[in-house]
């Protein structure tokens, strides 16, 4: 499966400006000589980081984007997996992942659990209460936002239920850019699965990292964006996480008894 990482410079505040910069982003990514199956978008693509205006921002239950995505998942027969937005629900506004399939039908959501208490996001979202795995075309997805990535237990709850690849959408700062490194390599080494992870690149206050990354399953760098806009594409197999995981048999040596 071919899988792009869009890397955007995501306009804080202006969902007009980010709408039109994906589709051509989008329209770009499949122009090229071997089309991707499947897109991966940054955390909030739609809004940015404007916690404060997200009241205002976010779209009933997400539909806005999803209809968005959706027609350019129609036109182009392409999913779309991972990148959140804003979706303002009965309860409150949560950050959301949604999963698009080729006909440009809405198939799963997932809702950010981990909020980031340096930041105060309780105060403007709510945390989602169950995780996502998701079979897309016979290789199985699981999803993450950001901060969930720092949640080890939390990964390898994932890969125990499957997952063969992580589709990470983040918002993460410059000033913490060896986390977001360290961490990605660590989550793709220790659960022998492909590591997706797509960022936010906008020079705001503070400025974000980029530095979107696909892991293979032996954590080795299989592609990389550095500080600009732009779009990279990775091919995954998962017969080559099943051949890791034979190799070093790290689920079948786990002793749960104990720990």
Not at 47 to 53: C, Q, V
Not at 145 to 150: A, E, F, M, N, V
Request: proline residues 4%.
């Amino acid at each position: 499966m071919q899988i792009a990482l869009i890397q955007l410079d995501v306009v804080l505040a202006d969902k007009k400006a980010n709408f039109a910069n994906v589709k051509r982003l989008v329209d770009k990514a499949m122009a090229s000589s071997l089309a991707p199956d499947l897109i991966v978008l940054p955390e909030l693509w739609s809004t940015g980081y404007a916690l404060e205006s997200l009241d205002k921002l976010a779209s009933k239950e997400g539909n806005e984007e999803a209809e968005f995505l959706g027609k350019l998942a129609r036109k182009h027969q392409i999913w779309f997996a991972g990148g959140s937005v804003a979706a303002k629900t009965k309860s409150g506004i949560s950050n959301r992942a949604q999963i698009i399939d080729r006909s440009g039908n809405l198939q799963k959501t997932y809702d950010k659990i981990h909020l980031v208490p340096m930041l105060h996001e309780d105060k403007y979202l709510i945390a989602g209460d169950s995780i996502c795995v998701y079979e897309i075309e016979k290789i199985i997805f699981g999803f993450a936002i950001c901060y969930d990535i720092r949640f080890c237990q939390f990964i390898h709850k994932l890969a125990l239920l499957g997952a063969q690849a992580l589709i990470v959408s983040a918002q993460w700062p410059l000033v913490r850019l060896n986390h977001w490194q360290t961490l990605l390599q660590a989550r793709a080494i220790e659960n022998q699965c492909y590591v997706l992870a797509c960022n936010n690149v906008a020079a705001d206050t503070p400025p974000f990292a980029g530095h979107s990354v696909a892991h293979g399953p032996d954590g080795s760098v299989l592609c990389q964006c550095d500080f600009q806009q732009e779009v990279r594409q990775v091919s995954i197999d998962p017969q080559l996480v099943e051949k890791t995981r034979r190799e070093i048999p790290l689920f079948a040596d786990r002793r749960p008894e104990l720990y």
